[in-house]
């Protein structure tokens, strides 16, 4: 009688789990996130903390197209994040700041033999001022390549938190209005495109600021930090992995990952400075 009790019971068990599992819906897999890449300068030879050489920027682009990555758009990363859109993880976007020259004399010629698309954020303020800025004749022959994107990073780079102190509160709301409008305002009149995209100057961002941009008119923001886009993140604090003239191979395969912060504990110089449908990147 025991014996058939549990040969009754584990049938029962049996049924119940072939019947579960047929009316089961699969789980949709977790959106992985995709790495949005930051630099800043590029030199023939001399790394810095923001200064990636140009061999090492040709051997990262290069590392991207033997292991098979897409670089695309920046916006195109924007428009899936914000229709929830779960992002190939072989995809990545290339972002630049502050506007250098050497994006123009050492980046670039790189950028058009690879061919990837490549969205720069600059101040304007800076722009055929500063001995080492772009000039905006410079800056309309990239857009003319098809390659790059111009977007906005304030007109005069601010440090927001410096500022907050030393103003008063109606000052600092004033000043914060008028550095994200007028440098929207500047690249759209002098470049003739749309201006919707800011990255945060050091990376300094709260809900404040945020809400500034998005009336001022911007639909997404750029932040600095050591994790992966995904469809459920802020808008207006999309992060972005700062890369190294040191991100070479494994590393740079980790940084892909959202392994970077690994730096933070090596000698890497870096650690002081930071506590659908695009063809895959194809080496000329």
Request: a negative charge; aromatic letters at 8%.
């Amino acid at each position: 009688m025991m014996k058939l009790f549990r040969t009754a019971a584990m049938a029962f068990l049996a049924a119940a789990m072939i019947g579960a599992t047929a009316g089961a819906i699969p789980a949709r897999a977790a959106d992985p996130g995709v790495p949005i890449l930051l630099y800043h300068r590029f030199h023939p030879t001399v790394p810095g903390s923001t200064t990636v050489t140009t061999p090492a920027f040709e051997e990262q682009l290069g590392w991207l197209a033997e292991h098979h990555y897409k670089v695309e758009p920046l916006a195109s990363i924007v428009a899936a994040l914000r229709g929830g859109a779960a992002l190939d993880p072989m995809t990545v976007a290339i972002t630049v700041d502050d506007g250098r020259r050497s994006q123009y004399t050492e980046m670039f010629p790189i950028v058009l033999r690879y061919k990837v698309p490549v969205t720069l954020f600059i101040y304007t303020d800076a722009v055929s001022y500063e001995p080492d800025a772009l000039t905006w004749a410079e800056i309309e022959e990239m857009l003319k390549s098809g390659l790059v994107d111009v977007q906005s990073h304030t007109c005069s780079h601010p440090d927001f938190d410096k500022e907050r102190a030393r103003r008063s509160a109606a000052d600092y709301e004033s000043f914060v209005a008028s550095e994200l409008a007028q440098s929207k305002k500047t690249l759209e009149e002098r470049l003739k495109r749309p201006v919707e995209f800011l990255a945060w100057p050091y990376g300094i961002h709260d809900r404040d600021l945020e809400r500034a941009a998005a009336a001022a008119g911007y639909s997404a923001a750029f932040a600095v930090e050591d994790h992966l886009a995904r469809a459920d993140g802020d808008l207006f604090a999309i992060p972005r992995l700062v890369v190294s003239d040191w991100d070479r191979g494994e590393r740079f395969d980790k940084l892909l990952g959202g392994a970077g912060a690994a730096r933070i504990a090596s000698n890497d110089p870096l650690a002081s400075c930071q506590a659908h449908g695009a063809a895959p990147v194809v080496a000329p």
